[in-house]
């Protein structure tokens, strides 16, 4: 196994920061899954690819844009039209996927060193991310499992909610530590924990 | 200003790229019509009202699409994927044309 280096390591300072005199309002850490795949189908050919992540995976993802799913070992979800990300815990998504999608269906994107997952979790998460992000983030509006993708100044994000206070993000590795600092900043006002 | 995503939803516009005029026709290749492909390259309607444009959701899920925005007030009429884009809902004028 290659083992893969934090690019958050000179940056990231588990403890609480900020202003938690009254308790932390969110969590953070690094997830650090072993796969982070792209899977994109060919016009005409999502529901084959669903089929193929429903198979692999064992999540059931519903027709729509942004539907998703977890499970303790997988999550995906749908960021664009026809697009989908899907995490392993494990390492050797790709290689089951790339075996699974036909060439015809479409093509698979093994990002898992070119993305670093995230997770904010807490009572005051929606308003932390709601300060970097111009994005309904209410339960009704992207409800549990859903994902999308959006940037904040150009640092382009896939975000699902994997929780009803809790979302996992995922970020170029090359600007993590950019964005970890400038999450930590904008948790500083409620208080955080980095774990 | 908001523009409504058919795939992502009601976005802010810092999420989107402007591509240009749309509906715009491309010469053929091996055309060496100067007029044609000076009209192509350089003529904007410059319209005044309800405006065809393509726009790209850069900033999230990357598809092109095709809007019809009112330049005086801002207000989208429509939004479309770029892909199934046909003739405009409000008709298309000609450049130059006065209305």
């Known amino acids: 196994m290659v083992e893969q280096q934090s690019p958050l390591e000179p940056v990231f300072r588990p403890g609480s920061h900020g202003n938690f005199a009254d308790g932390v309002g969110v969590t953070l850490s690094e997830i650090a899954p072993c796969s982070i795949i792209q899977l994109a189908a060919w016009p005409g050919e999502e529901k084959k690819l669903m089929v193929v992540i429903g198979s692999v995976t064992g999540l059931k993802l519903a027709d729509g844009a942004g539907a998703g799913a977890s499970s303790d070992r997988y999550s995906a979800f749908g960021f664009a039209p026809g697009k989908f990300l899907v995490i392993d815990a494990s390492e050797g998504l790709a290689t089951t996927l790339a075996a699974k999608v036909a060439p015809a269906v479409g093509t698979v994107t093994d990002l898992s060193h070119g993305r670093i997952a995230i997770r904010i979790e807490g009572a005051k998460a929606e308003w932390v991310l709601g300060k970097l992000f111009a994005i309904d983030l209410a339960l009704a509006a992207f409800p549990l499992g859903s994902g999308i993708s959006t940037t904040h100044h150009d640092i382009f994000t896939l975000m699902q909610r994997s929780g009803p206070q809790r979302f996992d993000l995922y970020v170029f590795r090359s600007f993590a530590r950019s964005f970890w600092k400038m999450l930590c900043h904008a948790a500083d006002e409620v208080g955080y924990e980095v774990r | 200003m908001l523009i409504t995503c ?59 699409l095709a809007v019809v925005r009112d330049t005086l007030t801002h207000e989208i009429a429509s939004v479309r994927f770029a892909r199934e884009h046909g003739a405009p809902a409000h008709g298309r004028r000609k450049p130059g044309a006065r209305k």
Not at chain 2, 14 to 21: N, P, T
Not at chain 2, 40 to 61: F, P, S
């Open chain 2, 6 to 64: 058919p795939h992502c939803g009601p976005r802010d516009i810092s999420e989107f790229a402007y591509q240009g005029e749309g509906g715009r026709t491309r010469p053929d290749p091996a055309s060496t019509d100067l007029e044609a492909w000076n009209a192509y390259v350089y003529q904007r309607l410059n319209t005044a009202g309800a405006h065809d444009e393509i726009w790209q959701h850069a900033g999230g899920c990357r598809s092109h």
